[in-house]
């Protein structure tokens, strides 16, 4: 290892995966792994420690802080690594909270070896890298703002999704009962539907939230 290596944290739950990733970055010059997570929370205090320059972060890791949150606490903190999120879900409902927290890039774990190493590199040069599908649909949003479901609007729809009632979507986002009905009454008008089936089926469908 030498002080011009790009250093990483690979963080992911699932050994294996960690393994393979180590495995081919390592046959890279000049990318050296020098911590693995195995928790989110794990990731956030490794990152702090001052020697990583890319942390490669999945979204999931089952109980505990997801990815997402985990890049917000990495790169809220001064002269933070990168964070590249290297995970298997595309859809809006991942790609944009993972973005807004900070994310300078996104990748879909079935990239070529190639392309994720040149997104830790690009990545580590400050600049952004997205998976060709991610990238399509932020640039469908920005051509078409007044039908793209907002934040708020996609975190009603995935509990939706999960099969909870209008009642318990508005107890776990904090809202009322009526916010949240007016938020569907958007959803249903922006998708071009009149059922909250009907809904989740097309969201899915569109990419906007995970199937």
Excluded: W
């Excluded at 089952?62 to 990495?74: Q, S, Y």
């Excluded at 933070?80 to 900070?102: F, H, K, N, Q, W």
Aim: charged share 25%; aromatic share 2%.
């Amino acid at each position: 290892m030498t002080d011009a290596d790009i250093h990483l944290l690979v963080a992911d739950d699932h050994p294996v995966v960690r393994a393979g990733l180590r495995a081919v970055l390592e046959t890279e010059p000049g990318l050296q792994v020098v911590a693995e997570a195995a928790t989110a929370e794990e990731a956030v205090a490794r990152a702090a420690a001052g020697d990583i320059d890319v942390v490669l972060m999945d979204l999931q890791f089952g109980r505990g802080m997801n990815g997402a949150e985990a890049t917000a606490a990495i790169t809220a903190r001064p002269g933070a690594p990168r964070v590249l999120i290297v995970t298997t879900y595309d859809s809006d409902a991942d790609t944009l909270p993972a973005i807004e927290a900070g994310a300078i890039g996104y990748l879909l774990k079935d990239a070529p070896p190639e392309d994720l190493a040149a997104a830790v590199r690009t990545a580590a040069q400050g600049r952004t890298t997205l998976a060709p599908a991610v990238a399509d649909r932020l640039m469908s949003r920005l051509r078409a703002p007044a039908t793209a479901l907002t934040r708020r609007e996609t975190d009603v729809l995935v509990l939706v999704a999960e099969g909870l009632s209008n009642r318990a979507v508005a107890q776990r986002l904090h809202l009322t009962e009526g916010t949240v009905k007016s938020h569907l009454a958007r959803i249903y008008a922006k998708l071009g539907v009149d059922s909250r089936t009907a809904a989740v089926a097309t969201a899915a469908n569109l990419g906007l939230i995970r199937r």
